[in-house]
């Protein structure tokens, strides 16, 4: 059966940019496309607005080169599957964050027992992992056979994750079954990158950080603002 594709509005905030960003040439699959939806709040050049372009900055400047305003630059039809992968507290919270960017994906959730999972998260499609994830052999190995089985099961086009150590397990899985892995590491780190970054600093296609002193460190990563 299709995947149901639906269009939503975006904007040029940084969380979009930042995903968008992350498809490069090289990736197998390209989720994020845009298409004209109305001339008049998508004022998009005719040469510019074919669908299954990819949406970058060049797309966003283009936009507002023609006169659109920021609030109504762009109509994305997104389509695939997305795992977003998160740890509970502020890394869901910054998850959440990005919603613009994966909103019109399919979308499945990997996280740990929580009272704010059970709250935010009400209603969405849930695997959940076994925590505390620090210093604990066992749980790791748990958490391997819960990416191992999700990912194969469940085949996203892309994993994003937001932190903290669950990430881990899943991008080790992604890379060995094919799928496309970006990371944006936590907001709260200013100045060096979190044990959890550090690991998946090499497995990942994509690596955002929010804050510019860490793109000067690290020359993987990517700066282009940040999700709070």
């Known amino acids: ?20 960003r992350s498809q490069d040439a090289a990736a ?11 001339a008049t709040t998508f004022p998009l050049p005719a040469d510019a607005a074919d669908e299954g372009v990819d949406v970058d900055r060049e797309a966003f400047e283009l936009a507002q080169q023609a006169g659109a305003p920021a609030e109504d630059v762009g109509a994305a039809a997104l389509s695939g599957r997305i795992l977003l992968v998160c740890s509970p507290g502020g890394h869901l919270v910054q998850m959440l964050s990005l919603e613009p960017a994966w909103e019109g994906l399919e ?8 009272s704010d999972v059970d709250y935010l998260l009400d209603g969405q499609d849930v695997v959940l992992g076994r925590g505390p994830t620090n210093r604990s052999l066992k749980n790791l190995v748990h958490n391997f056979r819960i990416a191992w089985r ?5 085949k996203p086009d892309v994993i994003l994750s937001t932190g903290a150590a669950l990430a881990v397990p899943f991008f080790i899985v992604g890379r060995l079954q094919g799928q496309r892995c970006v990371y944006v590491e936590s907001f709260t780190r200013v100045n060096n990158l979190s044990v959890s970054g550090r690991l998946v600093y090499p497995l990942a296609h994509a690596f955002f ?13 990517t700066h282009v603002g940040s999700v709070v």
């Open 1 to 20: 059966m299709a995947r149901a594709t639906r269009k939503i509005a975006v904007d040029s905030d940084a969380a979009l940019d930042a995903i968008a």
């Open 28 to 38: 197998p699959a390209k989720i994020f496309s845009y298409r004209e939806r109305d």
């Open 107 to 114: 979308a499945k959730w990997a996280t740990l027992p929580s």
């Open 150 to 154: 999700t990912v194969r099961d469940y």
């Open 209 to 221: 950080v929010q804050w510019p002193g860490l793109r000067k460190r690290f020359r993987k990563a």
